[in-house]
């Protein structure tokens, strides 16, 4: 089956789709992005990424290309072209096109981009051997919260984590605390049992899937905090993992040589797992 884009009002296939060259996001990466779970049928916490993608455009004074329902309308109608079940909506904006000059221009319209692709989950054996990381320093700019297409430093960290046979790059900031992964946030489980995740400011990208799993732990009464934690920390903590709309909750079982625990996802990791799927379970049918 042929796959469809969405292309700035126009629905036209997927090997057909693009933009003009002096579109900003390729000549300045001036532009967000925001990517939506849909799992089963169900759109995954739709609402808090379309906030998330109305802070990302105001922090950078791009206009919203539409209205939230007539983009709500889109993202439906580009997984019901692609007949995903189960995939991924990928959205961006940038602020348009324009004769190349770094300035904001005068009157651009904001450029809209929705693609949508199927996921497929990984074994549970997969899983339960969980995922290594590399670690490497966070070279990003200061405002991590906002999803800029700019993802250069995330996109050289991913590659290095590739050639090393890792699923991820932890990012070691100047004090030798881990800020976040080059595509999730990263989590610890310490020896009391406790849940860690660095506070979200603009060092890191406040994950949607880090705001549900708090809650989820919060409705669990599990004890969380959200503090810095040094990667000396995580090499000896009981468990780790890492979350993002993609990866969901996935179990970190060795971080650079260090291996955690007994080399295998931990119960705690699992449990979360657990209560995220029940969580997707619920929510809103397309
Ligand atoms: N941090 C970064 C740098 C990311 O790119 C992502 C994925 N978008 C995340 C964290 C996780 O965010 P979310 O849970 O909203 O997918």
Known sequence: MSRVAYVNGRYVPHGDASVHVEDRGYQFADGVYEVVLVHNGRLVDEGP???RLDRSLSELSIKQPMSRLALQAIMREVVRRNRVRTGLIYMQVTRGVARRD????KDATPALVITCKRIYQPKPEAIEKGVSVITIDDIRWARCDIK???LLPNVLGKQAAREKGAF???QIDAEGNVTEG???NSWIVTHDDELVTRPAANDILNGITRQTILK????RGLTFKERPFSL???KSAREAFVSSATAFVMPVTQIDDAVLGNGQAGSFTMGLRDAYFDYMADAAPL
Not at 216 to 219: R, T, V
């Open 49 to 51: 990424h379309l906030d």
């Open 102 to 105: 770094h300035a904001f221009p």
């Open 148 to 150: 800029s297409v700019g």
């Open 168 to 170: 991820e790059a932890w």
């Open 182 to 184: 080059t595509s999730s």
């Open 216 to 219: 989820l732990a919060e409705d």
């Open 232 to 234: 000396a920390e995580a």
